[in-house]
Every structure is written in structure tokens, then in C-alpha cells.
Antibody, heavy 117, light 111 residues
Framework: QVQLVQSGAEVKKPGASVKVSCKAS????????MHWVRQAPGQGLEWMGW????????NYAQKFQGWVTMTRDTSISTAYMELSRLTSDDTAVYYC??????????WGQGTLVTVSS | QSALTQPASVSGSPGQSITISCTGT?????????VSWYQQHPGKAPKLMIY???NRPSGVSNRFSGSKSGNTASLTISGFQAEDEADYYC???????????FGTGTKVTVL
């Protein structure tokens, strides 16, 4: 069955960067686009962008352009999301989502990133 | 790009039908049949309940149904059960540079 397993919780200081990983299994990694979504504590969901694991092409939400980098390593079926220049507003749970067409079926378990001095 | 508008909370008695609305614009909900609905229990990842306005993934109860009229999409839960108590979010593709926008979320509780 399809599984997305994300890296563990992180605590970062303001101004630092964080890199979250998402290891896929149970399907052909290059077949589904990988999206990233975040959810601040007690808040709603926010789309950050996607990466095409086949080509490495990316499309970031305008808010995150110049600030987020999505990459992948097809040899280990893993996608990465790196967010730089962290502030307390970036404290959130970050999810990877494997998307087939318009179906956002498969979600990772989420990675809590806490930004605190 | 503003979030889609949902009621903050909806309550229902077991066995009732409840409906959650999701209002956007002609640039998102009204312009595309790419509206999805997600159920999220506390501390868990969202779960896809409806995609492309009214399609249900396999394994999702047929008590859940979706529809759209103009710029407003709706999720209906018929035969409401205690296990349906959760947060629900809509989402839509949008022609803005954001590409995808989520709703503000609705907390559904049992009366």
C-alpha cells in the first residue's frame, strides 16, 4: 500500500533553515506529483508548492517563492522540502502529499517544525 | 489569494443530515470542477473524502456526498455519526498564482 513517511520533528532558531524529507513506498515514485502543505497550530491548511519527481520541475506558491526549495532523490524515492530564513510564523506541521491527477489521496504523517529562540 | 469561506462550526444529531458550504469566486470554485473535501481528526493528517466536486474515493462511506452551484460547493453528511466529528476542509484549483487554495475549515460536532 502507498505510504509516505516523513522525517521527525524539528526545533529551529529564527533565521535558520529546515529540510523535511518524505520517503515514498508502495508505488512508482515518479508517477505522482509531490505537493507540500503546511498547517500552523490551530489553523487551516496552506498549499506551498509541488515537485514533479520525474523531471524535478517545481511550482511554488507565490508567497513561498525565493524562500522554499523542493527537491527529490529518485534513487531512494524521497522528496525534500527546505524552508529558509525561518520565523516564528513558520511554526507548523508540514505535510507531503502524493497527488495523482486531481486526487490528493496520500498524505504523510506530518512533521512539526517549531521555530523558537 | 484569500482562503475559501466555510462556516466555523456545524453541529448535528446522530442520524441527521448536515451540510457544509464552501464559498469562493469564479477564479476558483466557480471556474473549475476541481473541488475536494478533506476530513481531519485531531493530530492526524487530512483524509480525502470527495474529489472533483462529487466523486468519492473507494473506501469512503456513501454517506458523504459533494455538489456545487455557482461559486459555492457543499459537502453533505447523511446519517450523521459520532465518528464523523472532525474538522473538514474544502480546496479548489485556482487561476491565481497560488494554484491551490483551501477553505477556512469547519468544526463538525455531535449535539
Amino acid at each position: 500500500q502507498v505510504q509516505l513517511v516523513q522525517s521527525g520533528a524539528e526545533v529551529k532558531k529564527p533565521g535558520a533553515s529546515v529540510k523535511v524529507s518524505c520517503k515514498a513506498s508502495g508505488y512508482t515514485f515518479t508517477a505522482y506529483y509531490m505537493h507540500w502543505v503546511r498547517q500552523a497550530p490551530g489553523q487551516g491548511l496552506e498549499w506551498m508548492g509541488w515537485i514533479n519527481p520525474n523531471s524535478g520541475g517545481t511550482n511554488y506558491a507565490q508567497k513561498f517563492q525565493g524562500w522554499v526549495t523542493m527537491t527529490r532523490d529518485t534513487s531512494i524515492s524521497t522528496a525534500y522540502m527546505e524552508l529558509s530564513r525561518l520565523t516564528s510564523d513558520d511554526t507548523a506541521v508540514y505535510y507531503c502529499v502524493a497527488v495523482s491527477g486531481t486526487r490528493w489521496d496520500y498524505w504523510g504523517q506530518g512533521t512539526l517544525v517549531t521555530v523558537s529562540s | 489569494q484569500s482562503a475559501l469561506t466555510q462556516p466555523a462550526s456545524v453541529s448535528g444529531s446522530p442520524g441527521q443530515s448536515i451540510t457544509i458550504s464552501c464559498t469562493g469566486t469564479s477564479s476558483d470554485v466557480g471556474g473549475y470542477n476541481y473541488v475536494s473535501w478533506y476530513q481531519q481528526h485531531p493530530g492526524k493528517a487530512p483524509k480525502l473524502m470527495i474529489y472533483e466536486v462529487s466523486n468519492r474515493p473507494s473506501g469512503v462511506s456513501n454517506r458523504f456526498s459533494g455538489s456545487k452551484s455557482g461559486n459555492t460547493a457543499s459537502l453533505t453528511i447523511s446519517g450523521f455519526q459520532a465518528e464523523d466529528e472532525a474538522d473538514y476542509y474544502c480546496s479548489s484549483y485556482t487561476s491565481s498564482s497560488t494554484l491551490y487554495v483551501f477553505g477556512t475549515g469547519t468544526k463538525v460536532t455531535v449535539l
